[in-house]
């Protein structure tokens, strides 16, 4: 999952994006309201915290003019405007959930759950398709009953594989999602990921849609 992290104070936006990236998440981090509003109308991201202090454009501008644009990516406002109105407004102006500062990053990571979850219309934080299983709480995979151990970019990939399987998740959206905005890779980067997911699971695991991109089957066996 792919995380547009906009938020100028050094120290938190620092602490954020360490524990996110713990949690396999890729995290692009921005600073300023008008850089975060051009990032955000080009949808690369699957998920959005927004600070709503920004310099160059206040959040909450920030929010309402992607709304505007038709963007529908999910969004948690962070701030520490805490009166009531403050959050009518925000949740109004199309944020999807809302969180007070200060606040624990361990409430941090179980809102970005739930908002994903939704987002996939899943239930629960574990994704189940036949022998494989995925544990978001726990971070952990198990295949045929035995626990595989993944790095931060194949758990990346494998969840967005499951969360859509049996659809097709195309080769620039696989992109975006594992690297984010700042990252410049290699041509056969994501070749090379797929091919190590394989051999830690099985070649049938991950099916090649030539052209196009890749997807796993709504069974596996």
């Known amino acids: 999952m792919h995380i547009i ?8 936006g620092a602490a954020i994006q360490r524990a996110l990236e713990r949690l396999a998440y890729t995290v692009s981090w921005l600073r300023n309201g008008r850089e975060a509003l051009i990032a955000l109308r080009d949808e690369t991201a699957d998920l959005v915290l927004l600070d709503l202090g920004l310099p160059g454009m206040d959040g909450l501008d920030v929010l309402v003019e992607t709304r505007r644009a038709h963007v529908s990516t999910p969004m948690i406002v962070m701030t520490a405007r805490d009166g009531l109105q403050a959050r009518v407004h925000g949740l109004d102006a199309g944020a999807d959930d809302y969180l007070i500062k200060p606040f624990h990053l361990d409430e941090l990571c179980a809102r970005i759950r739930s908002l994903s979850r939704r987002a996939q219309g899943l239930a629960v934080n574990r994704i189940e398709i036949g022998a494989l299983a995925l544990d978001l709480g726990t971070s952990q995979v198990t295949f045929r009953g035995e626990l595989v151990e993944l790095t931060r970019r194949e758990f990346a990939l494998l969840q967005i594989l499951m ?4 659809k097709l998740v195309r080769r620039e959206s696989l992109v975006n999602s594992l690297y984010g905005l700042d990252n410049v890779v290699g041509d056969n980067a994501l ?20 052209g196009f991109g ?4 709504r069974e596996v066996e």
Not at 194 to 206: G, N, Q
Not at 214 to 217: F, R
């Open 5 to 12: 992290l906009v938020e100028d104070d050094p120290q938190l």
């Open 163 to 166: 969360e859509r399987a049996g």
């Open 191 to 210: 070749e090379v990921l797929v091919h190590t997911l394989r051999k830690k699971l099985s070649y049938d695991t991950v099916r090649t849609v030539r």
């Open 214 to 217: 890749y997807m796993i089957p």
